[in-house]
Each structure stands twice: as C-alpha cells, then as structure tokens.
Antibody, heavy 123, light 107 residues
C-alpha cells in the first residue's frame, strides 16, 4: 500500500524549533518529488516547500525562506522539514504530499497525502 | 505569486443537483491546475490534474475544464459523499499556490 506517515509535531514556544519527518512506503520514493503543505485550524491549504527526487532542487514559500529547511534521505525513504524561529502563525497541521508522476512527466499535483502532524506554537 | 480566487465561497445544493465551482488565476497558469476535495479531519484528495484529467479512481461525475486564468470544476449530480470543501491549486510557477476553497454544503 502506498503510504506517507508524518511525525514530529507538538507544542513548541515561539522562537523554538521542530523537525518533522515523513516516512514513505509502497512506492519508489527516490523517483518522486515531494512537498510539505500546511493547514492552519479552520483555514485553507498552504504550500510550504518542495524537494526534487534527488534532493538537489528545493523551493519554499517566501514567508518560510530562511526559517524552514527541507531535506530527504532516499536510503531511508524519508523526508524532513526543519523548522526554526517558529511563530504563532506557523500553528497548523503539516502534511507531506507526493507529486503525481505520469508517463509524460510531473503533473505538479499532489496525489498521495499523509494524515498530517499538528504543530502548535504557543507560550 | 499567482493568486487563485475561488467562487462561490459556499454553495448550498441538494443531492442530485449539479455543482459548478470556479477558480480564477491572477495570471495565466496554462493548464497547470489541479482540484482537490477535503472532508473534515481528512487530508485532501486529488480529483483533477492538468485542468481536465481525472485522477485515479475519481468518478466520472467530476469534470474539470478551462485554461489560462479561468477554470471550472463540475460535479454533474451530487452524491451525499460529495459535500465537502474543494480547493484548486496551480503548478505553473513558484510558489505553488492554492485557492481559498469552496464549501459545498447540503441545502
């Protein structure tokens, strides 16, 4: 079964750090582009960051540049999000999501999602 | 960044009715637009990619159309399980962006 499982969320004080993990199973992890997407309580979806299959290309939304770092370990079928200088507005469920790949290439659409891990930034 | 505006914010319909959801982009995204469905407490589910292609296992009552800046998701006849929030998302340029969502609720 194709699956993504996030972990590492929790309660952290403003200015603190957390490292989220996403473990993949059921597919060839290194062949797929991966992302982090977040959703604040009661709000819509917000894309956070992207990493290519090899890990050489990375993109971030502007408000997270310099604070968040995405990485992956293909040998361990895992992706990570290091979050530093956390703010109250970073409180959200963080999902890892796979980009759908078809015979003609990447679709840029997220076809597999984990259940998410909750990050709460509060004093 | 490319802003996606979804309308209406809420759509109140009865089962069996047709739902028409709109997504407008602040600049052309070609056909690089996807649609998702999200139910409470669940992650989103991919419905449509590249504007008009149904994802694996998505029923034929869901269809997408459009290109450039104007896109539409149509649910031809609402089933009880279709009442949810729907999001559009573009992959034309960085940063990737989502629309604000349309809630389809039971009338």
């Amino acid at each position: 079964e194709v699956q993504l499982v996030e972990s590492g969320g929790g309660l952290v004080q403003p200015g603190g750090s957390l490292r989220l993990s996403c473990v993949a199973s059921g597919f060839s992890f290194s062949s797929y582009e991966m992302n982090w997407v977040r959703q604040a309580p009661g709000k819509g979806l917000e894309w956070v960051s992207y990493i290519s299959g090899s890990g050489t290309s990375k993109y971030y939304t502007d408000s997270m540049k310099g604070r968040f770092t995405i990485s992956r370990d293909n040998a361990k079928n895992s992706m990570f999000l290091q979050m530093n200088s956390l703010r109250a507005e970073d409180t959200a469920v963080y999902y890892c999501a796979r980009i759908k790949f078809i015979i003609t290439g990447s679709t840029g659409a997220f076809d597999i999602w984990g259940l998410g891990t909750m990050v709460t930034v509060s004093s | 960044e490319t802003v996606l505006t979804q309308s209406p914010a809420t759509l109140s319909l009865s089962p069996g009715e047709r739902a028409t959801l709109s997504c407008r982009a602040s600049e052309s995204v070609s056909s690089y637009l996807a649609w998702y469905q999200q139910k409470p407490g669940q992650p989103p589910r991919l419905l449509i990619y590249d504007a008009s292609n149904r994802a694996t296992g998505i029923p034929a009552r869901f269809s997408g159309s459009g290109s450039g800046t104007d896109f539409t998701l149509i649910i031809s006849s609402l089933e009880p399980e279709d009442f949810a929030v729907y999001y559009c998302q573009q992959r034309s340029r960085w940063p990737l962006t989502f629309g604000g969502g349309t809630k389809v609720e039971i009338k």
